[in-house]
């Protein structure tokens, strides 16, 4: 089974500031895809960033990039030069890498940006 | 064009009643899924088909049934409503499995539905 931890609740970053929001995975699948997220106010759910667990490189997409460590299994996404438009939900989630898994989510971080 | 797009965007309807909300994707995914999202934002698999066959069914009630006239449509019917049905439901799809998982899904609006 697949399980995503995500520890903080609720996060806060001034305006122009980078901010990290904490993601760590459990899986025996030996491949496997993570993705991130996010659910503004108005609730529908925004792709962000795709990792694969055997990408040589950490994913990066714009302001958003994605800290993979696998030995420590976390898949930490970066916000860098934080917008006011950036405050939602932010989810983390994986699957195995054929889809014989559904996407398993966290239970999200809100992320407030304050100006 | 809405890539997915559910139906009704809002629901109210009183305990007991029946309602069906309704999924299209234009996408042409092969799979399509039903999340329910609960008040404290967890999101939770209910269902997932592939080509119209049932892939997954996670541990719902009965009283919930999925149903896939072509692989472009995926609509969720619930009979006899609980005030626990109170969530919002999302549709989604997804390219198929053998593409490597790289693509995540592709998420509709979601459905607010509320039992009073």
């Known amino acids: 089974a697949q399980k995503i931890t995500q520890t903080q609740p609720g996060m806060f970053v001034q305006e122009k500031e980078a901010v990290t929001l904490d993601c760590t995975y459990d899986t025996s699948d030996p491949s496997y895809g993570l993705f991130w997220y996010k659910q503004p106010s108005s609730g529908e759910m925004i792709f962000l960033i795709y990792q694969g667990s055997y990408d040589q490189q950490n994913a990066t997409e714009g302001r958003y990039s994605l800290n993979f460590q696998k030995a420590r299994k976390s898949a930490n996404l970066v916000i860098s030069a934080s917008q006011l438009g950036d405050s939602a939900m932010y989810f983390c989630?994986?699957?195995?890498?054929?889809?014989?898994?559904?996407?398993?989510f966290g239970k999200g971080t809100r992320l407030s940006v304050i100006a | 064009d809405t890539a997915v797009s559910q139906t009704p965007k809002y629901l109210v309807t009183q305990m007991g009643n029946d309602k069906s909300i309704k999924c299209e994707q234009n996408?042409?995914?092969?799979?399509m899924y039903w999340y329910k999202q609960d008040s404290k934002k967890f999101l939770k698999i209910m269902f997932s088909y592939n080509n119209k066959e049932l892939i997954i069914n996670e541990t719902v009630p009965n009283r919930f049934s999925p149903k896939s006239p072509d692989k472009a449509h995926l609509n969720l019917h619930i009979n006899s409503l609980e005030l626990g049905d109170s969530a919002v439901y999302f549709c989604?799809?997804?390219?198929?499995?053998?593409?490597?998982?790289?693509?995540?899904?592709?998420f509709g609006s979601g459905t607010r539905l509320t039992v009073v």
């Open positions: 996408l042409g995914h092969d799979t």
């Open positions: 989630a994986m699957r195995d890498a054929w889809g014989n898994t559904p996407l398993v």
């Open positions: 989604a799809s997804s390219q198929d499995a053998g593409v490597g998982g790289r693509y995540g899904y592709t």
